[in-house]
């Protein structure tokens, strides 16, 4: 006995809010296909995107720290897995498709290119005649256009919710385009927990990788109010912050955050009283977020860390670096288009050649892009 897809969709049914994604009311897919025997919708679109090119690559793709600064910092695919942690314990309390919340936080950050909010920027520049490079819509563009897995489409025929979500992917830093997408409606409320979840596990990791580098001390946070509130619960008072405590210091603040976050959107959910995904969508407001008092808190520290990491001159030389590196591989690429490799040469005939460059380009590892550099500028390195 096992249980089969149509049973998975009556629990989903019977155990959800009203207000989340049913699996067996997604609007569907491109392109028609049979669905599994034994997983919904949506969890085939979370294995879909485990199995891709692109999510494997993550792994050497830069968070805050290049791949070769340590084998301890986060990366692109640590984050993803953190994000998507996250974002199953926000839906599951919620009462809202976990499945879906975990597919897109899976998906989210599959369109980054190599060297991080660095390397997205410079392409951004390099493409501004030709469309301009945003990390979401090249998500989008991965899971629809770029991976190449199966005979009869493109892509990876996701659900329409899924690619919803991708889109709609929203932080401070990330803004959605969703022209194709009901762009008149907000994200529905899994899309939104995977906004959110993105926020708690990039300050809480970057905080935590700051202090493990060392170029943030503990002394550097105190007066924060935030950090003032982990410290007294925990009972810590600026003794010796050894790799125990600082563990214990990040754990506290991801479930201080994400507390937060459940008890202020039950509130906001409860307050509006919609009774369905589409009232949710209606909404003039997104309904998942902090309370005014951490809102406060978040913001300070991620004020705190834009000062004194991301503009930290480590940190900085990096970023001109990856400017460096990508400005002069699509350069040559654009210059001369037969020193790209012969799988390319499809995506040129398909897309043009600045859209097959960037496409290529933002798909490398950070080491792939530095060996490329390498191949092409340095006269002792093998092409």
């Not at 991080?116 to 469309?131: F, I, Q, T, V």
Request: negative net charge; glycine residues 6%.
């Amino acid at each position: 006995m096992f249980y089969r897809r149509e049973h998975l969709e009556r629990l989903e049914a019977q155990a959800l809010a009203p207000y989340a994604c049913l699996s067996r009311e997604s609007k569907g897919r491109a392109y028609p296909e049979d669905e599994s025997e034994y997983r919904t919708a949506f969890q085939r679109d979370r294995d879909r995107i485990l199995h891709t090119t692109a999510f494997r690559r993550l792994e050497y793709k830069t968070q805050v720290f290049i791949n070769y600064e340590g084998d301890y910092y986060r990366t692109r695919l640590t984050h993803t897995l953190e994000v998507a942690q996250i974002g199953r314990t926000l839906a599951r309390a919620l009462g809202v498709n976990e499945d879906l919340t975990e597919a897109i936080c899976l998906a989210h950050d599959l369109g980054h290119p190599p060297f991080g909010h660095s390397g997205e920027a410079a392409l951004n520049r390099l493409m501004k005649d030709h469309g301009g490079f945003n990390h979401n819509t090249h998500s989008l563009r991965i899971v629809t256009q770029l991976e190449h897995r199966y005979p009869d489409f493109p892509g990876l025929n996701l659900t329409w919710e899924v690619r919803e979500g991708i889109v709609k992917h929203e932080t401070e830093y990330d803004l959605a385009d969703a022209q194709e997408y009901d762009p008149e409606l907000r994200g529905h409320l899994e899309a939104q927990i995977a906004n959110l979840a993105d926020e708690v596990a990039y300050t809480a990791h970057d905080l935590d990788d700051g202090l493990r580098s060392g170029m943030l001390t503990p002394r550097m946070l105190d007066g924060l109010e935030i950090w003032e509130v982990l410290k007294e619960s925990l009972g810590w008072h600026n003794g010796e912050l050894d790799e125990l405590t600082r563990h214990r210091l990040i754990r506290r603040l991801i479930g201080q955050m994400v507390t937060d976050l459940v008890h202020t959107t039950a509130a906001k959910l409860e307050e509006s009283g919609v009774r369905s995904r589409e009232a949710l969508q209606r909404l003039p407001y997104n309904v998942v977020g902090f309370s005014e008092r951490m809102l406060r808190r978040h913001r300070e520290l991620k004020d705190f860390l834009y000062t004194n990491l991301y503009q930290h001159h480590r940190v900085v030389r990096m970023a001109v670096k990856a400017e460096r590196v990508l400005t002069a591989l699509f350069q040559a690429y654009m210059g001369t288009p037969r020193i790209l490799p012969r799988h390319v040469t499809p995506s040129i005939e398909q897309w043009g050649l600045p859209r097959a460059v960037c496409d290529y380009i933002a798909g490398m590892t950070d080491r792939f892009a530095i060996e490329e550099y390498r191949k092409l500028f340095d006269p002792l390195t093998r092409p």
